[in-house]
């Protein structure tokens, strides 16, 4: 060469040195690939330690992702999953739907009950997630565990039903235990069970008013057993229930041979049954007049006559009558007696129907629903929106159609909290729209509305009764997608 270097020496000569630019920038470019891989490792244990399970896929369905909690969720292995079009696994028997694939489909976040194969029932939230073009790039499912929800409502239950006790314990201490067993919070119907003590102390008969299903047969009852004839039998007859020809030998008795039908040896009647005890006319409104008479002589004198016998028998007998007709009204048109009418209200209880004292529904729905829990060897429990719900009907039945309505709830509601969507449609609408969009089956709705109704009603127990829309569409006969897609139209929230 023309500065007498050889090519050989050339070759030999070291390596020139990187200049520091270079240098500088290499370092800086491993500094930011470390610090990402950092970063990529600390999210992966953060989404691993996440309660709930976490799938990802990409938007060709494939699993890009899967927390660990996937294996105790639905013992599924995070890794054998990886790189899988999500279908296989579904395929494979691990879940029933996937709802993954559905948020892709749809581009849109969709939530849906999901079984898994180890019996684990879950609440999967799919949401897609778009690049800068506005395409999906991933979709994110969360999958939270319901069966360990239910398990902490349950004994979330069990702890309220405790409080309750300990509450129902320290009110007892703290106001004395009322009488017959009766809830009163409201100060109307304190005052009426101050009226029931005054009552029973009194030797006198009592006339006791009240809607039907008050709680009138339980108020003579309590009567009774306050009482100084406590020790002394107690009769309850239902006056509307006995045929009119049948009146006078069932309160009175006959003797052997008095009629074709007569038994061989004669009956007593009900008066010489509550002989030194208390007897109980209820819906005493529905006798004949033609009886009413004979009653009121009964009661002047204490004494009858049985049917076919001449002999008078005399007993002590205290009288509670008790009726829902407006006995004022039947005398002024002639159907009861004036001077049987002024007989049996010496004494009076008017016992107030339930929607006058709302505030004690919530109590009174607690005490059946408790009840009912012992029947059936379950522990169940009202949400706040139920009870409120039970305060704003207005019961036309009284505490009879509130304890029958609780004794379904008790039977027929799965979970260990009742809700809102386990209530009768009636209870929902009291003259308003209900809370989800339904009307009340007599308010005037079109044709249009009422199948929606009706869609909405099926739809939804459908769900609740399956707990999944896979299960939900074989019940009904349809799709999974005509589930989902009908659910959305719908506007029923699968949280519910």
Not at 276 to 303: I, R, Y
Not at 350 to 377: M, N, Q, T, W
Not at 410 to 421: D, N, Q, V
Not at 450 to 455: D, G, I
Request: proline share 5%.
């Amino acid at each position: 060469m023309a500065d007498g270097t050889t090519k050989k020496n050339i070759r030999n000569r070291p390596p020139a040195e990187k200049k520091p630019a270079q240098k500088a920038h290499s370092v800086q470019h491993r500094e930011v690939v470390r610090q990402y891989a950092l970063l990529w490792r600390e999210l992966q244990v953060i989404i691993d330690s996440l309660h709930d399970g976490i799938w990802v896929i990409d938007r060709d369905g494939n699993t890009v992702y899967v927390n660990k909690s996937m294996k105790r969720i639905a013992n599924i292995d995070p890794e054998e999953m990886i790189g899988k079009h999500v279908t296989e696994p579904m395929l494979a028997g691990k879940f029933t739907s996937c709802v993954t694939l559905t948020a892709l489909e749809k581009q849109k976040p969709v939530t849906m009950f999901d079984d898994y194969a180890c019996g684990t029932r879950c609440l999967n939230t799919s949401t897609p997630i778009f690049d800068e073009n506005g395409d999906i790039w991933r979709v994110v499912a969360t999958i939270r565990d319901m069966t360990e929800l239910e398990n902490l409502q349950q004994r979330l239950v069990e702890a309220e039903m405790e409080a309750r006790t300990y509450k129902r314990k320290l009110d007892s201490i703290e106001k004395q235990q009322l009488p017959g067993g009766f809830i009163a919070n409201s100060k109307m119907m304190r005052a009426c069970v101050k009226e029931i003590e005054k009552v029973a102390r009194a030797p006198s008969g009592v006339l006791i008013l009240g809607e039907t299903g008050t709680g009138k047969t339980l108020v003579a009852s309590t009567i009774h057993q306050k009482s100084p004839r406590a020790d002394q039998p107690f009769i309850a007859v239902n006056c509307a229930a006995i045929p009119p020809t049948l009146i006078e030998s069932e309160l009175f008795g006959y003797e052997k041979g008095a009629f074709t039908s007569a038994g061989t040896s004669g009956k007593k009647g009900y008066f010489e049954l509550a002989d030194k005890g208390t007897l109980l006319l209820d819906e005493v409104g529905e006798l004949p007049l033609s009886m009413q008479a004979k009653l009121l002589h009964v009661l002047d004198n204490q004494t009858f006559h049985k049917i076919g016998s001449e002999k008078s028998i005399k007993v002590d007998v205290r009288i509670i009558a008790a009726t829902n007709r407006p006995l004022a009204q039947l005398v002024g048109a002639g159907e009861f007696r004036a001077d049987l009418f002024y007989r049996l209200r010496v004494l009076r209880v008017v016992i107030p129907p339930l929607r006058e004292h709302p505030e004690d529904i919530p109590e009174l729905a607690l005490s059946f629903l408790e009840e009912a829990c012992k029947r059936y060897g379950s522990m169940k429990t009202f949400s706040p929106k139920v009870l409120r719900c039970f305060a704003a009907h207005s019961w036309p039945g009284n505490v009879r159609e509130l304890r029958a309505t609780v004794e379904f709830l008790a039977a027929m509601t799965e979970s260990g909290i009742i809700r809102l969507t386990d209530l009768p449609p009636y209870l929902l609408t009291d003259g308003r729209e209900m809370e989800n969009g339904e009307h009340d089956e007599e308010s005037p709705i079109g044709l249009r509305a009422a199948v929606r109704a009706l869609e909405k009603s099926m739809l939804r127990n459908a769900l609740l009764q399956s707990g999944s829309t896979y299960k939900a569409a074989k019940l009904l006969g349809i799709s999974q997608s005509s589930v989902v897609r009908k659910a959305q139209q719908l506007n029923i929230s699968f949280e519910e």
